[in-house]
Each structure stands twice: as C-alpha cells, then as structure tokens.
C-alpha cells in the first residue's frame, strides 16, 4: 500500500484511510493463510483453540484438476466447516442488535450449518472456498458463488470484485438506520491473478508463475482496482451520513504473495517468517482515534474481534466461560493508556508443507 511505502501501487482511498485514522506498524495474523486467520478473526480465538489450524481445501496440487460435481461434493474442501460449538463474532453483534452482512469469500464451511446464515450473519453473498475465478466464479470447475444458502450462477461473467462492492453498498444503503456490521472479506489478490482490464481468460497462477512481470503487473492493478472499490464503500457512507460513526478495520489474513513485495520482511505468505505473519492493519473511527498517527504497539488478528465487541457492548454476549485469546485496544487506540507487552506474547503452529 502507499501509506506503507509503496511507490509502484496507488493506493489513495487506504492511504486516506491510514491519514485519517491510526496505522498498525505490529500487527500479526495467526496463521501465514487464509482459512485459520479468518476463522480466529470471527472466533476471536487461536485457530488451535477454535479447530480451524489449517485451510478446508482439498490438497494443492488438485488446483489444476476438473472435478465432476458429484465428485467434488464428497471431497474435504466440500465437507469440512469451523465447529457448529464456535460462537462467531456475527452472532454476538446479533444479540446485541446488529444486522449483519458478509461479502466476498466465506471459507468456512459449504453445508448449510456452516454457511454464514447459521452463524449469526442476515445477508450473505459471496463464495465459499479458498479461492475462484474472478469471472466464471468456479472452483476446479464447479461453480462456487452462493446467495445466501443457495448456489448462484446469475452474476457469472461479472468481475467479483465489482459484485461484492454491488452488494456492500446495497446492504449499506438498506440498513444505515440500524446499528451494521459490514463484513467484507476480499480474496484480492488470490489465485488466479486476474485484473479487471484484461481478458477473461487471461488469468497468472499465484504460484511461483505470479512472480513474472507479467504476474506483477496483475496484482498491481488488482491492488489499485480494489482500492478505487474501497472508495466507493467509503463516499456511501459518507452519504448516508454514517461515516463519521463507522469504526473501519483494514486488514490482510496473511503475508503478501510472491508477486507482492514483503522487503525488509523475510519470504512470504505461507511461512512463519514475518514476511507471511506481520500484515499491514488501518484503524480509522473518528473524534475517537486519532487522525495521522502511527501505532507500534504488537498486536494480533484476535485484538480486533475483541475491540469491536467492546465497542459495540457486545462483549456481554461472550458465552459464560468462553476463553477468547485478544484485548480490547481501544484505551492504545485513543491514547488513553498503553498495552503491557510484558505480559503478550504470542504463537503460531503450522505443518511443514516442506
């Protein structure tokens, strides 16, 4: 992002974002992808306390392979799903009388006890696995976009990320009169590399074939085409006269990819080095927060479930005896007190895929 250093990719929505609000300089996920730092960020838990400590997806080198319908149904990444016993962050917000909505990728579980509409959320529209084609919406074939708890082909052809800003500022539009929680999880960039100018079919693998002049200049202009649909999130808000109310989390689940760039950091997502761990984090809730100001303290994926809940009161909807592994960081956040990092420290597990 330019507000992080970048020269080459314009970022001018999220830079606005960072010089408005407070920068994270420290803020780690815990897990190096996707699955188990999304699943900790709803739980606000470690993926080995809430069960999801590795990706629901088949093994990677299927990402090539055709599957036939019925054959994919009974694979893994069809089947598996975070604990029906985790309480998610949707559904607490619930109980304190949020309406909530999920756009873009979902990631934990296809059957229709783990789709997000049993998990406390009101409007879902997204896919539900790792990752699609950002124009057919398929997975090895098999399409992947669902409504709610029903598979959809009716947008296919239509650039995702046009689809999931469709719908945020659809669901905005509808519920700026209630208290929101807008949950918009972007696979952007995520395999395949697909910027919104280009042909269909042209697509770079986000594999070692990413890390090509030709897979860079992908990811650059899906970085920049994601920031242009930030701003349109951002100027409805304005509109509907809710921006100044709206606590706004920016955030990545892992490290930057191969065709990124995570110098002075070492290697990349999928290792536990800090170039796959350490991700940037925008914080932005004004007369609240601080505009411009830069935040060194180390922080990780759980600190945000557990500050919005205590922003919205909703902690009193934790389940009795439910251990939750963040801290609240609004007292750093408004500068009204430091948190004790002699008293933090933090883990992270992972197989060798070596």
Same mark, same amino acid.
């Given at each position: ?91 607490? %917000? ?68 046009? %689809? ?19 949950? %918009? ?51 409805? %808000? ?83 005896? #439910? ?25 992270? #597990?992972? #197989?060798?895929?070596?």
């Amino acid at each position: 992002l330019g507000c992080f250093g970048s020269k080459e990719i314009l970022t001018p929505q999220l830079d606005r974002l960072a010089k408005e609000g407070m920068k994270l300089t420290q803020f780690y996920v815990t897990w190096p992808a996707c699955t188990p730092s999304r699943g900790s960020l709803l739980t606000g838990r470690y993926p080995q306390r809430n069960g999801i400590y590795d990706m629901i997806r088949n093994e990677a080198p299927d990402y090539g392979y055709q599957y036939k319908p019925g054959e994919y149904e009974a694979t893994f990444e069809r089947i598996g799903g975070m604990d029906t016993r985790e309480v998610l962050l949707s559904a607490m %917000l619930k109980n304190a009388g949020y309406v909530s909505g999920i756009f873009g990728k979902w990631d934990l579980g296809v059957h229709k006890r783990f789709l997000p509409l049993a998990r406390g959320f009101d409007d879902f529209y997204g896919f539900v696995n790792t990752g699609i084609d950002y124009y057919t919406h398929e997975r090895y074939g098999v399409p992947s976009m669902y409504r709610n708890n029903s598979p959809t082909i009716a947008d296919k052809g239509t650039y995702c990320t046009d %689809l999931f800003e469709r719908e945020a500022v659809r669901f905005l539009k509808a519920n700026h009169r209630k208290p929101f929680f807008l949950y %918009l999880p972007w696979s952007i960039p995520h395999a395949p590399l697909q910027d919104p100018a280009s042909d269909p079919s042209t697509a770079f693998d986000a594999g070692p074939k990413s890390n090509t002049p030709e897979g860079r200049e992908a990811f650059v202009e899906m970085v920049e085409y994601l920031d242009s649909r930030i701003g349109k999130i951002f100027r409805t %808000l304005k509109k509907q006269g809710q921006l100044d109310n709206t606590l706004i989390i920016f955030t990545s689940d892992n490290g930057g990819m191969l065709s990124g760039n995570c110098w002075p950091l070492k290697k990349s997502k999928q290792h536990l080095e800090e170039g796959g761990i350490r991700v940037p984090c925008l914080i932005q809730w004004p007369d609240r927060i601080p505009a411009g100001t830069v935040g060194e303290q180390s922080s990780i994926m759980m600190d945000a479930s557990v500050t919005v809940l205590e922003a919205t009161r909703a902690i009193q909807f934790v389940p009795k005896g #439910r251990k939750l592994d963040g801290i609240n960081l609004l007292p750093f956040l408004t500068n009204q007190a430091e948190v004790d990092p002699v008293n933090r420290s933090f883990g992270w #597990r992972r #197989r060798d895929w070596g």
